[in-house]
T-cell receptor, first 116, second 116 residues
Framework: AQKVTQAQTEISVVEKEDVTLDCVYE???????LFWYKQPPSGELVFLIRRNSFDEQNEISGRYSWNFQKSTSSFNFTITASQVVDSAVYFC?????????????FGQGTILTVHP | GAGVSQTPSNKVTEKGKYVELRCDPISGHTALYWYRQSLGQGPEFLIYFQGTGAADDSGLPNDRFFAVRPEGSVSTLKIQRTERGDSAVYLCASSPRGGASTDTQYFGPGTRLTVL
């Protein structure tokens, strides 16, 4: 079975602080894909990143960076110099061949509030 | 180009009634997915279509739920004899190929269903 755990239910920071959102996953697949999505107050899930299990290089995109560690089954997301517009719910998700690369298994989400 | 669209955006119905929720995927996307998101939770998979056929319907909670995609484009999620526990946001997503390891799902804004 696949499982994604986001232990942080809510995080509150002040603008310009750095913040890291944790994601831990479980899967029996040896090859799999991990995702982060952002859900702003409007409700639409916005795709942020896809990472495959055989590429452990960290990735940076502007103020966003992702740290994938297969040894600890973690795929953490860091926002540097946070802004009010980063306030949203962030979801980590997993997909693999055991479900025909069909369904995404999501974590519970982390509510991020960035105060001015 | 246009993203995934869903109608209606809000639906209020009474317990025991029948409802239909519609999803228009991104043009050219062969795969379509339905998820359900309860308050404070991550999206939960319901069903996945590859073309016109359901490739995986393991997430449908019971036989009151049914979905179709007759021409391989628009999909309708049908719920019979609605119950208060069906209240949630129903999300639709589409992806270019489906069943492919590198595929990414793009989500619509969702339909908020309230069963009184």
């Amino acid at each position: 079975a696949q499982k994604v755990t986001q232990a942080q239910t809510e995080i509150s920071v002040v603008e310009k602080e750095d913040v890291t959102l944790d994601c831990v996953y479980e899967t029996r697949d040896t090859t799999y894909y991990l995702f982060w999505y952002k859900q702003p107050p409007s409700g639409e899930l916005v795709f942020l990143i896809r990472r495959n299990s055989f590429d452990e290089q960290n990735e940076i995109s502007g103020r966003y960076s992702w740290n994938f560690q297969k040894s600890t089954s973690s795929f953490n997301f860091t926002i540097t110099a946070s802004q009010v517009v980063d306030s949203a719910v962030y979801f980590c998700a997993l997909r693999g061949p055991s479900t025909s690369y069909g369904k995404l298994t999501f974590g519970q989400g982390t509510i991020l509030t960035v105060h001015p | 180009g246009a993203g995934v669209s869903q109608t209606p955006s809000n639906k209020v119905t009474e317990k025991g009634k029948y409802v239909e929720l519609r999803c228009d995927p991104i043009s050219g996307h062969t795969a379509l997915y339905w998820y359900r998101q309860s308050l404070g939770q991550g999206p939960e998979f319901l069903i996945y279509f590859q073309g016109t056929g359901a490739a995986d319907d393991s997430g449908l909670p019971n036989d009151r739920f049914f979905a179709v995609r007759p021409e391989g484009s628009v999909s309708t999620l049908k719920i019979q004899r609605t119950e208060r526990g069906d209240s949630a946001v129903y999300l639709c997503a589409s992806s270019p190929r489906g069943g492919a390891s590198t595929d990414t799902q793009y989500f619509g804004p969702g339909t908020r269903l309230t069963v009184l």
